[in-house]
């Protein structure tokens, strides 16, 4: 991942209460934010209420598990948790990607989804990158890992632009990994 590129102002929606705090711990790429779900886009989703800073189709079903999760989880609350992924120039929540913290013996796993009218656009590469380099500087991690339904070789295609190897696979399920250079 090449340099971080300048801070940017919030969305517009953001309270200003939390911008501060939350904006330490926003991830941003060339055309993304991966910001920490706040409380309000969790009520949201949990309760089915609309918001107008969400993409026509989102949330996903994934999204919809995603956030009972993070609402029921302490650690995915945290920088190092779960994050919801919004397109820079409209400011619209297009998916959603996280860590799986705490880690475990060095590894952390991670998950994450684009709602269908975004994907194709190299969105979730891009996050998946992303997020990836910001976990193998966490404190305790040295491996990154997700998995994939082998029917679902697109989603394999993103692991593997963001730098992980498959390392195994089953009757259902691929591996995918990273370790950082000489923290293994």
């Given amino acids: 991942m090449s340099a971080a590129p300048p801070p940017q102002p919030r969305a517009p929606h953001e309270p ?8 330490d711990a ?10 920490p779900w706040s409380d309000g886009d969790l009520a949201a989703v949990l309760d089915g209420t609309r918001q107008p800073h969400w993409a026509p189709d989102f949330p996903a079903e994934g999204d919809r598990v995603i956030a009972g999760f ?11 948790g779960q994050r919801q992924i919004l397109e820079r120039d409209s ?8 860590l799986f913290w705490p880690p475990a013996e060095g590894s952390v796993a991670f998950g994450y989804g684009i709602v269908p009218s975004r994907r194709g656009r190299g969105y979730a590469s891009e996050a998946a990158r992303a ?8 404190p305790g991690v040295h491996t990154v890992c997700a998995d994939i339904e082998l029917g ?33």
């Fill in 91 to 98: 400011g619209l929540v297009v998916g959603a990607i996280g």
């Fill in 131 to 138: 997020l990836v380099a910001f976990a193998l500087t966490a």
């Fill in 70 to 80: 993070t609402a029921k989880t302490p650690a995915a609350r945290g920088v190092h």
């Fill in 26 to 35: 926003d991830l941003r790429t060339a055309r993304l934010l991966l910001r």
């Fill in 152 to 184: 679902n070789p697109a989603s394999g295609r993103v692991l593997e632009n963001a730098g992980l190897e498959r390392w195994r696979s089953d009757d259902t399920h691929a591996y995918f990994r990273v370790t950082a250079p000489g923290r293994a």
């Fill in 16 to 23: 200003a209460a939390s911008a501060s705090a939350a904006a």
